[in-house]
């Protein structure tokens, strides 16, 4: 079956502008997770989403990022009035919750920012 | 609040041989979870095994192994016989309530 899929794979933008990165995850998969991967860093938490509802957005850096769910599948990562220390790998995760289980994340390939 | 810390921010391996690398944690919960993550050159990340702190047994799957040392809490990856696809990043993450806490990740380089 398809996997976690990103768009766009890459996004080059001007600093200042507002950008849109958009995960498709598994279908059935209620949890959704977004992590941003710096050059040479792991993955690090954003935000995670039960559902349609933000269940935890403590790893959000600023109030510049907000994130949607609206129908419970795709979400959005938006970034606005984006600076150069927006550039990394913007990856999106979704996993079944199923309780007593280790519940594995699986990746999407990622979205590359890069803010000139 | 978890931490990881990977130690080898890189290593050789020749190919057929078995490789190990570190990982070890910090966390003050009695019950937590330990992945173990491959990103090859292409970005995707790609689970290979897991450990649950009150698993009896080390994990295995395939070539993958996790050498769990509770008391002194590691969770080193064994890869044995390395093959040339092996060569990627390779991150160790702690399950923190439902997101991952990762380390910094190890380079495995396997040569011919």
């Known amino acids: 079956g398809a996997g976690v899929s990103q768009t766009p794979s890459n996004k080059v933008t001007e600093k200042g502008k507002y950008v849109e990165l958009r995960c498709d995850p598994i279908s059935g998969h209620t949890a959704l997770y977004w992590y941003r991967q710096s050059l040479g860093q792991g993955p690090e938490f954003l935000i995670y989403f039960q559902g349609t509802g933000a269940a935890d957005d403590s790893g959000l850096p600023n109030d510049r990022f907000f994130a949607v769910r609206p129908e419970g599948s795709v979400s959005t990562l938006k970034i606005q009035r984006t600076e150069r220390g927006d550039s990394a790998v913007y990856l999106c995760?979704?996993?079944?919750?199923?309780?007593?289980?280790?519940?594995?994340?699986?990746f999407g390939p990622g979205t590359r920012l890069t803010v000139l | 609040a978890q931490k990881i810390t990977q130690t080898q921010p890189g290593m050789f391996v020749q190919e057929k041989e078995a490789v190990t690398l570190d990982c070890t944690y910090d966390?003050?919960?009695?019950?937590?979870?330990l992945f173990w993550y491959k990103q090859p050159s292409s970005g995707e990340m790609i689970f290979l095994i897991y450990q649950g702190s009150y698993d009896q047994q080390n994990a295995t799957e395939g070539r993958y192994s996790l050498n769990f040392q509770k008391a002194r809490k590691s969770a080193n990856l064994v890869i044995s016989a390395s093959q040339l696809g092996d060569s990627a990043m390779y991150f160790c993450a702690i399950k923190d309530t439902d997101k991952l806490i990762f380390g910094t990740g190890t380079r495995l380089q396997v040569f011919p």
């Open positions: 995760a979704s996993s079944l919750i199923i309780t007593d289980s280790y519940n594995e994340q699986f």
């Open positions: 966390t003050s919960d009695p019950s937590y979870g």
